[in-house]
Nanobody, 115 residues
Framework: QAQLVESGGGLVQAGGSLRLSCAAS????????FGWYRQVPGKQRELVAG???????NYADSAKGRFTISRDNTKNTAYLQMNSLKPEDTAVYYC?????????WGQGTQVTVSS
């Protein structure tokens, strides 16, 4: 059964760092796309960073220069390194992945940045 499991969220002070992980399981296909999204109450879920293949990467303007997305294909895992965190980065962060013609979502992990 296809599943994405995120980890690494938590509470951090402004200026701090967190590293999120997203482990995919249940895939007999190569994972084409990993993306990190975030959502705050009352707002639409937005793309933070995405990686297609091994080196096609895009970032939201708010993430450029502070966040880095990466993947380890041997582990079917994606990462989001978040540095210089700001209170406005507070959100539930979701992982999304695509393989076998389908997209899958993780359950989300809370990131809270205190001022």
């Amino acid at each position: 059964q296809a599943q994405l499991v995120e980890s690494g969220g938590g509470l951090v002070q402004a200026g701090g760092s967190l590293r999120l992980s997203c482990a995919a399981s249940g895939s007999s296909y190569r994972i084409n796309f990993f993306g990190w999204y975030r959502q705050v109450p009352g707002k639409q879920r937005e793309l933070v960073a995405g990686i297609m293949g091994s080196d096609s990467i895009n970032y939201a303007d708010s993430a450029k220069g502070r966040f880095t997305i990466s993947r380890d294909n041997t582990k079917n895992t994606a990462y989001l390194q978040m540095n210089s965190l700001k209170p406005e980065d507070t959100a539930v962060y979701y992982c999304r992945a695509q393989w076998g013609g389908n997209y899958y979502w993780g359950q989300g992990t809370q990131v809270t940045v205190s001022s």
